[in-house]
């Protein structure tokens, strides 16, 4: 099962694997078992109270974004959310014979026949082979087109089976479930199932060996039970909650609790949808994976995937523990260059003086978008603080290169981030008087 | 693997296996840009012989988060006449918002929507203020608040 997971996340598969093969239909059965938001097979399907279900992380990261269900818009709660195990169970039983059934079904029409008459053979030897307390003849004859689907339906069953008994002239004990000498049962009993497994340490059921003999009892039996079931947190009114606190609840939480403040949010509620989603998990990750998959968050969407961008800049620069020197290290070249921009555009001007005046509009110019665009790290996002679009407004570009439209120019500067680096700039460089040139330069 | 990226590479498998018919997949290097080719089908005679080429951006947080997509002017590619099509290529419909997005819309039903919107069209103009926008917007279509008031289209 675990397996089956992992390869699909490596692996695109998709519904329309189908359609060239002999099998079409099953492209509806496979669609029909896959979230609609992430295309993928439900993992951990929740249904709706409006009877849709999706995926607990995909409908959880929807209703947080706008608090309805994504198939019917009609407004929905995360508390209304319920499992729906049957359609987990039925998601992973396709998912463990999809491979097979879709190599069988790729499989040309003509040799079919005999191929797998053969396999079919094979598989009966196979089971012929194989202890006959594992044998299921009924199930694994009717249940199987390959070899390799026949071993997986046996060992399923076998780890499941209840009957299973080593061989070793030892029962189970009715009461605790412990393997005792057949001739000492009714005096295990008597004495109320004294801890007899130091005697029998190699005899324990399948599957309970890596949990403390203490335990052997209740992970024989119900072994998903034995683990600890997460608490879901609760969701925070950010709008009451101060910044410390906030801090506060992601360093308890292993979490970094550095940004700014609308990082921080953003950080915390996907850790709760994160979290939360797993908590409904039959199979819940553990708190490290969890991390990992917020780390990947956090690379895509998060602090380091909007730390170029314009907003953030601006309060990067701004933060008190802002490094300037390596950020006028990294950017030495990008200053220089502004500053010889500067310089050339100071003569250009003076000579442009010389010849005609400008036009009012002009003189008042706010934007420096000629001078800006040197810099080659700098994104220059309208508003986006997750923007990873580059938008540059070089006058040397080519008209189709150039935003889609025409800027007017009663706009206000492209980014006030050139503002706050030449404020480094005048720190660094002592080039406040340069700056007024700057500005009223035209493209 | 990235949320929007898988998606996105389901999507694009898609598109590569079978398209429906008018829509064709220009480019789709990467999964932050693709574009597409659509085609009005019927004998609307605004549209017809023309191809028309769509933008599409994905940010990380698709498909929680609508795509921006706009019609694109190239040499042989209009912008379409459409009363709720800018001439700068930027398309006024709800489910391209974040009110009428939902994640289960896709590249491909977004270029069927966009067909049936032109198909249904018989008024040869660009929507009301569009030379005052065209000239002084410059923000990005997802940041601004279309008013969505028109049931017929």
Partial sequence: MDRASKDDAFEVTD????????????????????CQVCRDFYSTPMITSCSHTFCSLCIRRSLNNDGKCPACRSPEQEMKLRNNNAMEDLVEAFKRGRADILAFARIPAIPVAPTRKRSLEQAEEDVEDSSPKRRRSGRTKSSSQTKSS???????DSDGDSDYSPEDGTVECPICQRRVKETGINKHIDDGCPDELQAFPHITKPG???????????????????????????????????????????????????????????????????????C????????????????????????????????????????????????????????????ANAKRKAQAKKSENTSSANTPAESAGTATPDVAPTTPDVVIGDNGNDDPILIEDTPEKPASQKRFFDESNSDPPPSSQYQSKLGVLDKDAGLASDITTIRSVQP | ???????????????????????????????????????????????????????????PSYPIEPPEVTFVNTKDRPIPMHPHIYSNGIICLDLLGSQGWTPIQNVESI????????????KNERPEGDQLFVANNRRRPRDIDFYYHDNTV
Wanted: aromatic share 8%.
């Fill in chain 1, 150 to 156: 026949q071993k997986a339906t046996v060992v399923a």
């Fill in chain 1, 208 to 278: 309970s060996s890596r949990t403390g003999s203490g335990y052997a009892k209740s992970s024989i039996q119900l072994p998903e039970k034995a683990i600890k079931r997460p608490e879901r947190l609760p969701q925070l009114n950010y709008s009451t909650t101060k910044d410390n606190v906030l801090k506060k609840k992601l360093t308890d939480a292993g979490l970094s609790a550095g940004g700014n403040r609308q990082l921080l949010e953003k950080r915390y509620k996907e850790w709760i949808t994160l979290w939360n989603a797993n």
């Fill in chain 1, 280 to 339: 409904d998990a039959t199979k819940p990750k553990s708190k490290g994976e969890l991390k990992r998959e917020l780390e990947i968050w956090e690379r895509t969407q998060g602090g380091r995937a909007t730390a170029s961008s314009s907003t953030q800049m601006g309060a990067i620069i701004r933060d008190k523990e802002f490094d300037r020197d390596a950020w006028s290290g990294k950017h030495n070249d990008d200053f220089k260059q502004l500053i």
């Fill in chain 2, 111 to 122: 270029c069927m929507s966009l067909q049936s919107m032109l198909t249904g069209n018989t």
């Fill in chain 1, 15 to 34: 519904s329309t694997d189908w359609l060239d093969t002999p099998m079409k239909s099953l492209a509806g059965v496979d669609a029909a078992l896959r």
């Fill in chain 2, 1 to 59: 693997m990235a949320f929007a990226t898988k998606r996105l590479g389901k999507e694009l498998t898609k598109l590569h296996g079978s398209l429906p018919p008018g829509i064709e997949l220009v480019s789709a290097e990467g999964f932050e840009e693709w574009l597409l080719d659509i085609k009005v089908l019927d004998a609307n005679p605004l549209y017809l012989n023309q191809t028309y080429r769509l933008k599409f951006k994905f940010s």
